[in-house]
C-alpha cells in the first residue's frame, strides 16, 4: 500500500513495474484493495485506456496500522541491537539484495501477493 500514497496519482502500470510483478496480478491486488475502500481506481482522463491510484483515508489508516506492526515486529526480533548494529545489518542486508536480486526475482510475486493477502 505504500507505493501510491508515497507517489499519489499512479498508474497501475507504475505499480506493476515498481513491484516487479505481471500486470494482472496487479489488476487483482487492486481490486481487493479497492473492495475494502483502500484504494481509489479512476480513468486516467489523457488515456481512457489507464486507471490512476490514489489512497483515500481508510487506506492511509490503515497504511499506519501495518506500519506500526511491521514496526513492533521488528523490535520484537532486533531489540538486542543498539542502533549502530541495526543500521549495519540495514546496510548489510541492502548490499545483499543489491548482489542477489535477480535469486530473489521469482519470490518477489509471491511475497507481494501474501502482504496484500489480508486485503
Known amino acids: 500500500m505504500g507505493c501510491p500514497e508515497e507517489f499519489d496519482d ?3 502500470q507504475q505499480v506493476s513495474t515498481a513491484l516487479g510483478i ?3 496480478e496487479v489488476v487483482r491486488l487492486i481490486d481487493g484493495l479497492e473492495e475494502s475502500g483502500f484504494v481509489i481506481r479512476t480513468r486516467d482522463s489523457a488515456d481512457r485506456r489507464k486507471y490512476r ?3 483515500p483515508q481508510a487506506g492511509r489508516a490503515e497504511r499506519r496500522k ?4 511491521i514496526e513492533e515486529a521488528a523490535e520484537r526480533v532486533l531489540y538486542r541491537l543498539d542502533e549502530d548494529e541495526r543500521q549495519t545489518l540495514r546496510r548489510l542486508a541492502l548490499k545483499h539484495w543489491a548482489k542477489n536480486s535477480d535469486r530473489y ?15
Open 66 to 69: 501495518t506500519d506500526e506492526l
Open 22 to 24: 505481471d500486470r494482472s
Open 53 to 55: 491510484l490514489s489512497i
Open 105 to 119: 526475482r521469482r519470490y518477489r510475486r509471491q511475497l507481494v501477493t501474501m502482504a496484500f493477502a489480508h486485503w
Open 10 to 12: 499512479l498508474s497501475q
